[in-house]
């Protein structure tokens, strides 16, 4: 099983730009989860699914979209990219109805807005 | 609001000694998971250990261990005998039985002198 698999690694994009960062997961996990961590602030949930077709809003959700529309990929939509969404962006998946269970994480995607 | 704190930005261990690292938790929820993640270098975001809060036994994972203390909401990650690859920065979070989202500390960067 590849996990959680995001796309691009890196990425620089100019201010006004828009992109999409890509993620998959192969584990059937009901739930997953895009998260930016900045230096000294930790890990902040920008969106989150809890399956096909529902998503909701995390604590910075501002500037960016999602959608779900398959229970594998949940991808991260940021439109008029501003230098404030400089981040390392993370998505993550956990198994439904199993609030214990860890995150699973792919590797992450450095963005840089300039 | 549930809020996880780790007061200690940065910690440093001299190798084959042991180190705490700290956390506190703020939530009126009774059912709730603690778990510590890993992020070395690679940005690989890395389960560590878990604490189940209606379990009074602290859990253990060869090297690591944990001090969890319901009453006082704190829950701090041990790690025994430490060696160079234990340097990375390390992430209290939190997750209750009531809510889909996990929230994270800040992170404390653990140097490893050799």
């Known amino acids: 099983n590849a996990g959680v698999t995001q796309t691009p690694k890196f990425r620089i994009l100019k201010i006004g730009q828009s992109m999409t960062l890509q993620c998959t997961q192969d584990m059937n996990h009901n739930y997953m989860y895009w998260y930016r961590q900045d230096p000294g602030m930790g890990l902040k949930l920008i969106y989150y699914s809890v399956g096909a077709g529902i998503t909701d809003k995390g604590e910075v959700p501002n500037g960016y979209n999602v959608s779900r529309s398959t229970t594998e990929d949940f991808p991260l939509r940021l439109e008029l990219a501003a230098p404030s969404q400089t981040s390392v962006y993370f998505c993550a998946s956990s198994p439904q109805g199993a609030f214990n269970s860890p995150l699973h994480f792919g590797n992450g995607t450095r963005l840089t807005v300039t | 609001a549930q809020t996880v704190t780790q007061s200690q930005p940065e910690m440093s261990v001299q190798e084959a000694e042991t180190v705490t690292l700290s956390c506190t938790y703020d939530t009126s929820e009774s059912d709730y998971y603690l778990f510590w993640y890993k992020q070395p270098p690679s940005r690989q975001m890395i389960l560590v250990i878990r604490?189940?809060?209606?379990?009074?036994q602290n859990a253990t994972e060869n090297r690591f261990s944990v001090n969890f203390q319901k009453a006082a909401k704190s829950f701090s990650l041990k790690i025994s005998d430490s060696q160079l690859g234990d340097a990375a920065m390390y992430f209290c979070a939190y997750i209750s039985s009531g809510t889909y989202k996990y929230i994270f500390g800040t992170g404390t960067r653990l140097k490893v002198l050799a």
């Open positions: 604490q189940e809060a209606y379990k009074q």
